[in-house]
């Protein structure tokens, strides 16, 4: 009898589980209906790709999405955005979970065998981040007994330490969001990640942080589609159109204006 | 022992000591709260708009409850397989057949000695390896849930059962039961109402443990502080709120806990005589200290 | 193997860091243990409630969190370290002894709740004989009750410690590392998993067998102690 009660709470967990399985879901997109479009963003990065307290998107990399999907002839309420975390993006487009993924995207050969780009439409730099008053910080190689800040597994920040500055400390956060709490307080003196990246930090702040402006890599952002997808060329076009009619540097302004980085002239569609 | 034991009902002296001692005690204690609130003061953490966001239902709509389902999703998963898994090799350990129960012990003492973040670890990187794909962050985090928990719970039942007196097992024998017979009508429902209290103790630590799904990036409760500070940079009165959720959540189960203890310990009384292990068990002591 | 030659250095060194934080805040533990174990139990009902909220605070919140605390709060908020631009300690020291002081915290409210029932198996004639010959409050727990519930709970204890040990990974989460920059263990393990996917299994079996090696002794140790120093009633 006491069995039975215990099968009975068993039973009752599993149904809650599997329950509370269905509703987690459903943000994965199982209406995979022709109507929609499902997007990989990133839910985290504010100016970017970020999902706002109230449910709202927001961001350039979301702009330039909508953008896009309009120009393919969907409307606003048919975009689906889907969080697209760096370790899943290619299993994303290869499975069908996103039709397309604009989130912070790099091109590499490497990638390029697995799945297709279009763009690129924004080419970033590997950069840093300081308070608006430093000066003694003007580039990779000035780091040496400064304190840099990164997120935990990220090449950059060891690229700086094994390649420029040997004598610098590094802090590593889960996330940048951190970072800049740390470089607010001035318990480290700079950040380090993809100069857009910062500039979407630095907006948040107007007047507090600026980007030292001495990239030393560059990242070349595409938007990632199934191998052999027959909207590439016409995505192209769409990112060269928005490079034209005003778009994309609307899109910059809209997200990134108030982040004392300045907007680079488009980049070159390239048409592999 | 009751703690009243180690000392004399005070006299008039030691009254008034004591009174000296508690009035120090709150001068000092006062004054470590008066530093943190006005240290936090001077930083802004008490500013309004740090905390607004929580009596907004937005935040807790998209954030907040969310960041809970998650939670008690991944507890839900978790502390059921891990009653599985300990069910299955508590009988295993104790089978009399030596090729099961050396690898059931093996396996349970493993789990056991090592941290559970590497177990999650282990079980998301091997994911591409083994072709499912994408990587499913749930699933490493229950499973890892699980193979700690289930080892505890495995030794919890183990202790419950071998605390019995042999009597039980022998009368079930004599009476023409085989031992798996034993086991599962005899021995194991009176081992787990025994151990009952100390199961659920260890679902409790089970909810708390869900939290490692954190280091992955699993959006349960711990990662929705990200979230917020990212939203409205209030890092330390998001984590002050979502710690207050979690100590709530686990005083909820741990009142469960103890309605359950009270119903057993009732029904235990005119139920035959159950070996108890006493205070002091060494399962359940680590079992509530895991994070 | 090219494993071990590529990485043999930091997952020692990686170990080695995770040994000195677990010896630290397994000494902090206990001695923060047996503080709060006394704090229940004195006279003074003050005492016995704060006690009673430092354990029941520390014991219903994540490891993860209070780490995040320690850093955020102490360091970021209360400068505990002095103001940031005066502080020379380096990032990595500064990060261990907070890694050190959470689960210290942490792990002392354990450590008093073992203590505190091996109190409880302390017969009551002890503790009366010892109120009769006239001895005082800290008397009666330093000579009479404390040492008896010592020995009656040092597997508990052990159980406790090894829990210890493996929570050391939680440290993983405010970045503590070496002075040349090496995580405590399993951010190593997970550094090496993300650089190496396909030899997952083995670096698993790697970072397994170094906890044990650090895990396991405690337990045996703790069972021979116990034997040795049973209290015999």
Redesign the interface.
């Given at each position: 009898m006491k069995l039975k009660k215990i099968a009975a709470i068993a039973g009752a967990l599993a149904l809650a589980g599997s329950l509370a399985a269905c509703g987690g879901s459903d943000d994965t997109g199982s209406d995979a209906g022709g109507d929609k479009i499902k997007i990989g963003i990133k839910f985290d990065q504010p100016g970017l790709g970020f999902k706002e307290a109230d449910g709202d998107y927001s961001g350039f990399d979301v702009d330039m999405a909508e953008y896009i999907a309009e120009g393919l002839g969907y409307d606003d309420d048919q975009i689906q955005f889907v969080e697209a975390v760096s370790a899943n993006r290619e299993t994303f487009l290869k499975d069908g979970t996103v039709d397309m993924i604009l989130a912070t995207y790099s091109i590499t050969d490497e990638r390029k065998a697995e799945v297709d780009f279009a763009g690129p439409y924004y080419v970033a730099g590997q950069d840093l981040l300081v308070k608006a008053d430093n000066t003694d910080i003007t580039g990779p190689d000035s780091l040496n007994g400064k304190k840099l800040c990164s997120v935990t597994g990220s090449t950059p920040a060891q690229n700086i330490k094994d390649n420029y500055s040997k004598q610098a400390q590094l802090q590593e956060f889960d996330t940048y969001s951190k970072c800049v709490t740390a470089l607010q307080g001035g318990q480290i003196d700079a950040m380090s990640t993809d100069d857009i990246i910062l500039a979407g930090y630095a907006e948040q702040f107007p007047g507090e942080f600026k980007i030292v402006g001495a990239p030393f890599s560059e990242e070349n952002y595409g938007v990632g589609l199934p191998k052999g997808s027959e909207d590439r060329d016409k995505i192209n076009d769409l990112i060269e159109k928005s490079f034209e009619d005003g778009a994309w540097e609307e899109a910059f302004n809209d997200n990134l204006g108030e982040s004392g980085y300045q907007l680079p002239e488009p980049p070159t569609v390239d048409r592999y | 022992?009751s703690?009243s034991?180690?000392?004399?009902a005070?006299g008039p002296r030691?009254k008034a000591l004591?009174w000296v001692?508690?009035g120090v005690?709150?001068v000092v204690?006062g004054f470590v709260a008066w530093?943190?609130f006005s240290?936090?003061n001077e930083?802004g953490?008490w500013e309004s708009e740090k905390w607004t966001?929580f009596i907004?239902a937005?935040?807790w709509?998209?954030?907040l409850i969310p960041g809970m389902?998650?939670t008690?999703?991944a507890f839900?998963?978790g502390?059921?397989l891990a009653?599985v898994f300990g069910f299955v090799f508590a009988v295993g350990r104790l089978s009399n057949l030596k090729f099961v129960s050396i690898p059931c012990g093996i396996v349970v003492e493993?789990f056991r000695?090592?941290?559970?973040?590497?177990l999650m670890?282990?079980i998301y990187?091997?994911q591409?390896?083994l072709g499912i794909?994408?990587?499913s962050i749930f699933w490493a985090v229950v499973l890892g849930l699980m193979l700690y928990n289930g080892s505890v719970i495995a030794e919890i039942i183990r202790a419950g059962v071998r605390a019995l007196p042999k009597g039980q097992e022998e009368a079930g024998v004599a009476i023409g039961l085989t031992s798996g017979q034993v086991m599962r009508t005899i021995l194991?429902?009176q081992a787990?109402?025994s151990m009952?209290p100390a199961i659920i103790a260890q679902l409790v630590v089970l909810l708390?443990d869900t939290?490692?799904g954190?280091?992955l990036?699993y959006s349960e409760l711990?990662n929705q502080?990200?979230?917020?500070?990212?939203?409205?940079?209030n890092?330390?009165p998001a984590?002050i709120v979502?710690?207050v959720i979690?100590?709530a959540l686990?005083?909820v189960l741990?009142l469960v806990a103890t309605w359950i203890e009270g119903r057993t310990r009732r029904?235990a009384r005119t139920a035959a005589p159950v070996g108890h292990a006493?205070?002091?068990?060494?399962?359940a002591?680590?079992a509530?200290?895991?994070? | 193997m090219d494993l071990f030659s590529e990485y043999g250095s930091a997952i020692l060194e990686a170990f080695l860091l995770t040994l000195r934080l677990a010896v630290f805040s397994g000494t902090f533990a206990l001695l923060l243990g047996v503080v709060l174990a006394v704090f229940r139990v004195s006279p003074v009902p003050v005492l016995r409630w704060i006690g009673a909220a430092i354990v029941y605070t520390f014991r219903n919140t994540p490891l993860t969190l209070v780490m995040f605390f320690a850093l955020f709060g102490l360091v970021y908020q209360l400068h505990i370290y002095g103001p940031p631009e005066e502080v020379t300690l380096s990032l990595s020291e500064q990060n261990f002894w907070m890694a050190v002081l959470a689960l210290s915290v942490y792990t002392s409210t354990f450590v008093c709740e073992v203590l505190r029932s091996g109190i409880n198996t302390v017969p009551l004639g002890q503790a009366e004989a010892a109120r009769a010959v006239g001895l005082t409050f800290s008397q009666n727990l330093r000579l009479i009750v404390l040492p008896q519930a010592l020995r009656s709970v040092l597997n508990p204890l052990a159980s406790v410690i090894i829990a210890m040990i493996k929570n050391t990974t939680v440290a993983v989460t405010i970045g503590v590392v070496t002075a040349t920059g090496v995580n405590e263990a399993s951010g190593q393990m997970r550094t090496m998993m993300e650089n190496e996917p396909n030899q997952i299994v083995l670096i698993f079996i790697i970072f397994s067998i170094g906890f044990m090696l650090m895990t396991l002794p405690v337990g045996f140790l703790a069972g021979w102690a116990s034997k040795k120093f049973a209290v015999i009633r």
């Open positions: - | 022992m703690t034991v180690l000392y004399d005070p030691a004591n001692y508690s005690t709150l204690l530093l943190v240290k936090f930083t953490q966001p907004d937005d935040v709509n998209n954030l389902i998650e008690l999703r839900a998963v502390s059921l009653m493993f000695s090592i941290p559970m973040l590497l670890f282990f990187f091997m591409p390896s794909t994408p990587t194991l429902p787990v109402r009952l708390k939290a490692l954190y280091v990036g711990l502080v990200k979230q917020l500070d990212t939203n409205f940079h890092l330390i984590a979502v710690a979690y100590i686990n005083t741990g029904v006493g205070a002091v068990d060494p399962v002591d680590e509530a200290l895991a994070k | -």
